[in-house]
């Protein structure tokens, strides 16, 4: 194809990628995408883009996508790797090599590393061979057709994206948006896309002529485009058979002669090559996009001698195109080429081929030929499936092994695939072994584990777990129930069927084997967490069986894990000091053990204990664990990292960031079937709104989401400001009874005690207030956090002295409120510091205990009016109202609340005329200087000239008002007046959500504008 043929009408999109690629040059890396059907030209844009950049000193890397099920995990990475690869010395590849055919196999993940941290060092690795290149000369990398892609490889695309933002590096992918996987989407949402349409009539015009030399009439040009809609690539085929099939006086045939539609467009076009040549192309077709001589040669012996020369027919019917270098592979002109072809196949023709193909490659690599296992399992699945039955076996060794391949490449999606299609593989066996169906399904659970399909893995354990029972098969149990157990028990039903399998999975696996202690281990962590008085009586010992098995096998993961299961055992209100211990040694054997999952959960965990201690280390804990769990890779690791930021911020109250980290924590869980989503971050929410407001605001629907209790009803109501309703909720409720649901006395967090402990200080009576101070009394002096650092939930004696007051004693309660001040503001927590403090200065100052206050501690607003307070986090807003409460019945202008100072009356214009005249004179000379640059093709001058027009416009905007006046100095008062307007009626807004009686007294008195006053009908006082 020529030069003048590719890029007709292409103008637009070229000059959008070379600005991309002169960023990227700058140092401003970034990802470009071109978005379009097939045949619109995507691949002969980037082939233009990279022939420029390699001509302006950059160096271009290229990967291409396949279709199909044969192809390996992160195909196109491999080909920018190896391209790579011939300017990078061998040592700066690293772990990157991994990528390279022959590479990873000889490099599995060990047992020691953990999968989703290798792939974590892969993509860095990737990253920093691109930089290094780049960091000698600017970097183009093309990854054409990436609609095929695998998930892998997108993931990658997306880390590469991100950590080369600062480099001079250009990602530029191709795809066709209609074919786009989802993965894709959400990358050209952040990206630069160029979308390809069809060419215009005139351009068809120009593209047909190119091609035939010879002008077309309006109506055939116009005819053409209306039938392929301007795609160049048909386009080019149609002027094609219209030249061959000239109209009577050596014109054009007329376009309705055309055959009606594109593929049989294409197919005319591959019915004038010979027989022996479409033998060849079918071949090719089932081999690949990519296509060997040597797979041809032995899958047509016949044809070795001419085999040649069928190529070159092939090449100059432009089906195929010759390989770039000697011995290299042919490939199809285009994939519609190839689909073509293959769609053509009759099915046992295709299954045939196939099985051919797939003995071509074994005797390839039985002679040492390195290539990937995902082409053999494809090829052999596909005859299986066309009903070559007896090569099902062979479809689920080499499928077994592409599994292995992905997951030693961190491909885990593909690994998943492998998996299930050894598993459907395995169907078509005629006497399929049941032993064989149970290790695939648990490799398949576990795929889809790290894949992040939460649901999926949890059915397949469910379906080995069956077929275990059946088999006697205790190890195929154990495995199993051990990771159903891993994934979370999303309901109360669920926890009780973990519970029945692990139990049964305990009593069949009696021999002393690590699975059996990791199978131990989990039952007592599953008793635990049920908060059942039996099951919480029976974990410890359970724990400890674990802990002593794996400590008599000697193995640091096992005993580390069974350690976990010792911990929760201890797990209890107060033990803070017993788990430390526990938690110190599981971390230095998840260390020792290389187990970066538990090396996580340790840091957890000893950051709960440590801040329940008040020890402020664990913040530095808990930050740490979000970076292990981040660095994980697999959606777990990241909702875990993600949730925990949230508790981080709340705890040192930037409360809208916590808010928003906590939803975003939801979604993400949801998406990846995490049990706890929904539950975490409805706890994280309850948390939080003691700050704002906002539980009492949005009615009685925003409680945690594991029952209607009680105490949730009790609160909501009290805050609400309907303390009957609340009462009734709560009466009859015993603290001694049952904690969360009847049965249930106690928990390992406190968080139910503190919940209790709310409502009973709100809407209880005396009983039940004694009662909860009681129970809560001996974590007096420490913090409390709920589960695995969900939420920090303050100081006890917060808690402590709340129940105090409520039960009549000022002085208890006045010493334990003390106490909660000095704890909050030592462990960072301000917000709780200004809520006990104000708790603390209404029982301190009984008289002002109807008082009103609008005052701002820690980043958060404690407003009491009419006897209900109310607490929102900062904004200028309220800002703004506390200086107008403070001056009532004064005008405050608008510029001053703003930070600046009012104009005075009669202010000059911001320009006079003089100022403006020489302006626009210097606007006048700048466009002619631009004219000048770009007629001299000097970029330079061109960039000054236009930054300098674009800063006196600016000026210029700014000092010109409506209809062209000249703007005062004075009319900054009107941009003032709108901007605090507006933030104190948000306010307003706001707090009328929390306390209506205040929100409704200041919509009265408060006045906005020019001046903004407080003018109350009759005297208020605040305390401010």
Known sequence: MSQRERLVGRDAALAVLRDALDGAARGRGGVALLAGEAGIGKTALAAELARRAAGAGARVLWGQCWQGEAVPAYWPWVQVLRAAAEAAPAAELGVAARLLPGVAAENPVGPSEEPEVARFQLFDAVVRVLAGLAARQPLLVVLDDLHWADEASLRLLRFAARHLALDPVLLLGTYRDLEAPAGLHELAAAGEVVALAGLAPAEVAALMEAVTGRRPPDAVAAEVRRRTGGNPFFVRELA???????????????????????????????????????????????????????????????????????????????????????????????????????????????????????GALAELRAEGATFHTAELAAHHLAAASAGATSEAARAVHWSVLAAREAAARLAFEDARDHAERAVAALDLVEEPDPAARLELLGDLAEARALAGDGRGARATHLEAAALARRLGHDAGLARAAVGIHALGAPTGSARDQQLALLGEAAAMADRPTPLRARVLACLARELHHSWEEANLARAPAVAEEAVALARELDDPATLSFSLLALHDARWRPGSAGERLPVVEEMLA????????????????LRAVALVELGDRSGLADLEEYCRLAGELGHPGGRWGALSRRAAAAGLAGRLEEARALAEEGRQLGRRIGQPDADSVADAQLWELGRFDGRRSAAGTDPRPASGDWPAWRAILLAEAGDLEA?????????????????????????????????????????????????????????????????????????????????????????????????????????????????????????????????????????????????????????????????????????????????????????????????YRARLAELDAELDQAGADNDPHRADRAQLEREALLAELSRAVGLGGRPRRLGDDTERARKAVSARIHDAIARIERVNPALGRHLRQAVATGTHCSYTPPEPVHWRL
């Not at 187990?595 to 996580?600: G, Q, S, T």
């Open 589 to 604: 054997l998840a260390a020792t053990a290389g187990d970066r999952e538990l090396l996580a959960q340790a840091r957890l």
């Open 240 to 358: 094609r058979l219209l030249a061959a099939q000239p109209a009577p006086g050596g014109g054009l045939a007329p376009a309705p002669a055309v055959l009606d539609g594109v593929r049989d467009t294409l197919e005319r076009r591959l019915a004038r090559l010979s027989q022996p040549c479409a033998e060849v192309l079918a071949v090719a077709a089932v081999t690949g996009p990519q296509v060997g001589v040597e797979v041809l040669a032995r899958v047509l012996p016949g044809r070795g001698d001419d085999l040649a020369d069928l190529l070159s027919e092939a090449v100059r019917a432009r089906v195929l195109t010759a390989p770039a270098a000697p011995l290299g592979p042919y490939r199809f002109a285009h994939d519609l080429f190839r689909e073509t072809i293959y769609g053509g196949l009759p099915a046992a023709q295709r299954a045939g081929l196939h099985l051919a193909v797939a």
């Open 726 to 918: 609340a009462r009734a909720a709560f009466a009859g409720f015993d603290p001694d009874r049952y904690v969360l649901r009847p049965g249930v006395v106690r928990s390992h967090d406190p968080w139910p005690l503190l919940v209790t402990a709310e409502a009973a200080a709100l809407a209880g009576d005396g009983r039940q207030r004694a009662a909860s101070y009681q129970a809560l009394r001996p974590l007096a002096g420490s913090h409390t956090v709920l589960g695995g650092f969900v939420a920090y939930t303050g100081a006890a004696d917060h808690y402590l002295g709340v129940l105090a007051a409520a039960l009549g004693r000022p002085g208890e309660a006045a010493a334990h409120l003390r106490a909660a001040v000095e704890l909050h503001q030592r462990a960072g927590a301000t917000a709780w510091a200004a809520l006990s403090g104000e708790h603390l200065r209404r029982l301190e100052e009984p008289a002002a205990q109807a008082a009103n206050v609008f005052r701002s501690q820690g980043g958060v607003w404690t407003l009491t009016f009419d006897g209900v307070t109310a607490h929102l986090p900062d904004s200028k807003g309220l800002r703004d109202l506390a200086t107008l409460l403070g001056a009532p019945g004064e005008p405050v202008h608008a510029v001053r609340l703003l930070g600046g100072h009012p104009p005075a009356v009669g202010a000059d214009p911001v320009l006079d005329d003089r100022a403006r005249a020489g």
